[in-house]
């Protein structure tokens, strides 16, 4: 069917029967508003294909109405999300913007993604609806709105596990392997920066973990633990410092509280030195001076791994997980602002 003007499913308009516009081409609005359908099973409205030129209407319906608009096209949507029933097909649905009065609230807006089928939400996922209302919303200036679908798109992919897919001709061990390193990563990125809609979460991250490890670090330098020490072998041979010793008989020292080793070498201030750990690119001159305080490794591999354990080996273990979380925060942080940087320069 071709209307060179708008169609009207307006007003008095009563449907008992599904209403099929299939691959119809409508040059004005398709104004569905006030209308009734009747119909108790399957789609009240079928608009597969069709495309309209200017604004589909679908608000004051007398009752919520199950739309198969798979693949269909219009100008613009200027609807309601109470207007969809349960189990709208949106597959393939495009629309230039949302019009009106129609809400763009990632929450509401959500909820009508929602309406769709089990099957597409689920074992047979669609993602063009959930991109497409991205572009939208993003294209229309409701960024946070944007970012808000995003989300939600990336947690619906996990949660049917539609992350670290591989190939049909992939071994099934290397595939679960595959997926179990994606999964991890996919989840410690969306916890971290929300898939990179988030990039001050992951300051937030990098700022908490700083001061956990600056209040550890403390901890572990101060007695009875006297974990960290300077890292300059002549210092350890100087006798001036003997008393600074941890592993000195019968009185054990501290390099952090030792008085004679202030005056000529560089104090130790443990949130300076966290954040030198943290920050793979800053030097500011702590890590190069200090470190953890370790003794002499055991002969045997199960008795240096199960057996040899002290506080130093805890300040060794913290330095090494604040270097590598240092590290993948900065390459994530890089990433997503590169990101942010070409996609601005694009649109």
Same mark, same amino acid.
């Given at each position: ?81 109470? *207007? =969809?029933?349960? !189990?709208?097909? %949106? ?6 913007? +949302?019009?009106?009065?129609? $809400?763009? @609230? ?97 300051? *937030? =991250?990098?700022? !908490?973990?700083? %001061? ?6 403390? +901890?572990?330098?101060?007695? $009875?633990? @006297?974990?960290?020490a300077p890292s300059d072998p002549l210092v350890f041979q100087n006798p001036a410092y ?51 305080f370790v003794p002499t490794p055991r002969p045997g591999v199960g008795e240096e791994l ?25 390459? %994530? ?6 990101? +942010? ?7």
């Amino acid at each position: 069917m071709q209307v060179n003007g708008g169609m009207f499913l307006r007003g008095g308009f009563l449907a008992k029967h599904e209403v099929r516009l299939l691959g119809a081409q409508i040059g004005g609005n398709l104004d569905c508003c006030d209308g009734q359908f009747e119909v108790k099973a399957g789609a009240a409205l079928s608009a597969e294909r069709a495309v309209v030129k200017g604004v589909l209407f679908l608000r004051g319906l007398k009752a919520a109405v199950r739309l198969d608009l798979s693949h269909a096209e219009v100008g613009v949507l200027a609807d309601e999300v109470d *207007a =969809w029933a349960p !189990g709208s097909v %949106l597959d393939g649905f495009r629309y230039g913007a +949302l019009g009106g009065d129609a $809400p763009t @609230s990632g929450a509401e807006r959500l909820a009508w993604l929602h309406k769709q089928p089990e099957e597409d939400l689920g074992a047979n996922f669609r993602p063009q609806p959930w991109r497409q209302l991205q572009r939208v919303l993003h294209e229309m200036g409701h960024h946070e709105d944007a970012k808000q679908i995003g989300i939600a798109f990336q947690d619906r992919l996990r949660a049917i596990g539609r992350i670290g897919q591989s190939p049909p001709t992939t071994s099934p061990r290397v595939a679960r392997v595959r997926r179990v390193f994606a999964e991890g990563a996919h989840f410690c990125f969306g916890k971290l920066a929300l898939y990179g809609f988030r990039p001050t979460r992951l300051l *937030a =991250w990098m700022a !908490g973990v700083w %001061l956990v490890c600056g209040v550890l670090f403390w +901890l572990l330098a101060l007695p $009875p633990f @006297s974990a960290l020490a300077p890292s300059d072998p002549l210092v350890f041979q100087n006798p001036a410092y003997e008393t600074c010793l941890p592993d000195r008989s019968p009185t054990p020292g501290n390099w952090f509280l030792c008085a004679p080793l202030r005056g000529e070498y560089a104090t130790f201030s443990p949130f300076a030195f966290s954040l030198d750990i943290l920050l793979p690119l800053v030097d500011l001159g702590q890590e190069k001076y200090w470190g953890a305080f370790v003794p002499t490794p055991r002969p045997g591999v199960g008795e240096e791994l199960f057996l040899n354990w002290s506080s130093g080996h805890v300040a060794r273990l913290l330095i090494w997980f604040e270097t590598l979380f240092g590290w993948v925060c900065s390459l %994530l942080l890089v990433a997503i602002v590169s990101g +942010l940087a070409r996609r601005s320069e694009e649109g």
